[in-house]
């Protein structure tokens, strides 16, 4: 599996709250309930829309290996797997950190691998990009209680993929993903405006003020839901401000025909300091 690099990486442990408004609290309402039911129209109304919510793609069994392999990765059973990120416990004054993020796991755990290549989920992305999909980045995202937010931003803003590329994240709830454990929010069509200024603030990330936060919608899932979005949809993730973990993979597949660009190119397109924009 090709790796391609991501973008400038911040001290995920020093991060300030972000503003509460960012988020709205507007539910999605039309979910297709299984992959079974993906239609032809619901295959136009994601390349119009940007995104597909799906209530159920994996199997309470299949979310049980998939929550197990992480917790043994995490125990360290495979020694050689080195793709855990960690940062501070939020209010802890100690030393003792949490596990945020998983990397580049499907290697190490089939039951994780599985999910990756789920036959029905391959699919579907076939339909959407029109070409083999090819995984890219695999990545657990822990978001324990406390845990901080994802701001705003674009997937694509992180990847030396040429601009035109089509790349499809398909985030998977482990856990009840809910408003108050930080669910994804998304903005519908915003995929469709080319590529928004990143800058260096909580993350690489979307300006706040250039949010249309009146267009948020939220999209709580159930343990085994996905949510499926192009690259260039703009999204996030408020903090976790419940006693509850909000645990999830997330895949991003690109066609198998895809180019690469260097990091200088890719920042032409969404570096707004490169830009010589302020935020």
């Known amino acids: 599996m090709n790796k391609v ?19 709205g609290s507007r539910l999605l309402g039309d979910y297709t309930p299984d992959l079974a039911a993906v239609d032809d129209a619901a295959v136009n109304a994601f390349h119009e829309q940007g995104y597909m919510a799906i209530e159920r793609v ?6 049980g290996n998939a929550l197990a392999a992480i917790d043994d990765l995490i125990a360290g059973k495979d020694p050689t797997f080195r793709g ?6 939020s209010g802890s004054t100690s030393q003792e950190r949490a596990v945020r993020k998983l990397m580049h796991f499907v290697d190490y755990d089939p039951r ?30 822990l978001k324990h209680p406390g845990g901080r937010e994802k ?3 674009q997937d694509s803003a992180y990847f030396d993929l040429a601009l035109d590329t089509a790349v499809i994240g398909v985030w998977i709830a482990l856990d009840a993903s809910t408003l108050d454990n930080g669910c994804m929010h998304i903005l519908p069509g ?3 405006m080319g590529p928004a200024e990143h800058f260096k603030v909580r993350d690489w990330q979307i300006c706040d003020t250039a949010v249309q936060r009146q ?3 939220a999209v709580p899932l159930s343990p085994g839901g996905c949510l499926i979005w192009h690259g260039m949809l703009h999204h996030g993730s408020p903090t976790n401000l419940s006693d509850r973990p909000r645990r999830a993979l997330q895949f991003h597949y690109r066609p ?24």
């Open 256 to 279: 198998i025909t895809s180019e690469t660009i260097t990091t200088e190119e890719r920042m032409q397109h969404f570096g707004g300091a490169v830009r010589g924009a302020q935020c």
């Open 215 to 217: 267009f948020d919608l």
């Open 190 to 192: 915003t995929h469709r």
């Open 151 to 153: 701001p705003w931003h």
């Open 112 to 141: 994780l691998a599985a999910l990756s290549e789920h036959a029905g989920l391959q699919d579907l992305l076939q339909r959407l990009l029109g070409d083999e999909p090819e995984l890219f980045q695999d990545m657990a995202l």
């Open 5 to 23: 690099p991501a973008g400038p990486v911040l001290d995920e442990t020093l991060q300030p709250e972000h503003d509460p408004m960012l988020y």
């Open 58 to 63: 994996f199997s309470p069994s299949e979310i």
């Open 84 to 89: 855990i990120q960690r940062e501070a416990s």
